[in-house]
């Protein structure tokens, strides 16, 4: 799960050059370890079928939610 984005402009500025590709996540079991303690339900599953990176990014685009945690 991506938790953040380098800011890249601000990168730019301070070092020079663009930055590509940089990015901050979490590991899935974490993710589903909060979404236990809070008793939110979830669905997971596995495929074996071989998807081309445009159907991955349409059908992530569909099932992209935003998830916060506030202390």
């Known amino acids: 799960m ?3 984005k380098l800011n ?3 990168m730019a500025k ?5 930055p590509q590709n940089v990015n901050f996540a979490l590991k899935a079991s974490l993710v589903r370890d909060m979404l236990e303690v809070k008793d939110i339900d979830y ?3 596995s495929s074996k ?5 445009v159907d991955i990014f349409d ?3 569909k ?6 945690c506030l202390h």
Do not use: F, P, S
Not at 14 to 18: E, K, P, R, S, V
Not at 63 to 68: F, I, Y
């Open 8 to 10: 890249a402009v601000k």
């Open 63 to 68: 099932l992209t939610v935003l998830v916060e």
């Open 14 to 18: 301070y070092t020079g050059d663009i």
């Open 2 to 4: 991506v938790t953040a």
């Open 43 to 45: 669905e997971t599953a």
């Open 59 to 61: 059908k992530a685009k």
């Open 49 to 53: 079928k071989k998807m081309e990176t």
